[in-house]
């Protein structure tokens, strides 16, 4: 479990600046999962509710991201989850607790997805570095002696 919390490719090269102001976003979507988390829906729905178990897991998946965010191996995955987090929230606040709901929690949506998207703009590296895709580090290969 520690070796979740080691630097990953893009943290390791990160300067100390780069390094507070990603942790302090990191942070900041972690406490947008939790808060989805916490509470959803208005309590007045206007369509029909999904099932309990759903509700109940996508709060669980919520927690889940937000714990996924403020690891340094594991926060470009866990941005990629909570930017389609939130697109599933902002449709189920749409479809089941009405426009009115919809429209109170978009600035809340539209904040995390953009710091979720900033993350996993920055540690986009760290998934080439995971599939050795363009961007992953090359090994250099067998170095020949000089002369």
């Known amino acids: 479990m520690t070796s979740f919390f080691r630097p990953s490719f893009v943290t390791a090269a990160e300067s100390r600046r780069e390094r507070i102001v990603f942790t302090g976003i990191a942070i900041v979507v972690a406490v947008a999962m939790f808060l989805a988390a916490s509470g959803s829906g208005s309590g007045d729905p206007v ?46 606040n749409y479809t ?30 760290d998934l080439a570095h995971l599939r050795g895709g363009p961007g ?5 290969g067998p170095m020949s002696a000089p002369g």
Not at 77 to 89: E, P, W
Not at 113 to 119: E, N, R, T
Not at 136 to 140: G, L, N
């Open 47 to 92: 369509g029909e509710q999904p099932p309990v178990v759903v509700d109940v897991g996508g709060n669980v998946l919520s927690v889940v991201i937000g714990l996924l965010v403020l690891m340094p191996r594991t926060r470009a995955i866990g941005s990629i989850l909570a930017i389609g987090n939130m697109f599933v929230s902002m449709y189920l």
């Open 96 to 125: 089941v607790d009405g426009v009115d709901y919809f429209v109170d929690l978009i600035p809340y949506n539209t904040v995390t997805i953009m710091l979720a998207s900033v993350l996993l703009g920055h540690h986009a590296a």
């Open 136 to 140: 992953a580090p090359r090994d250099p």
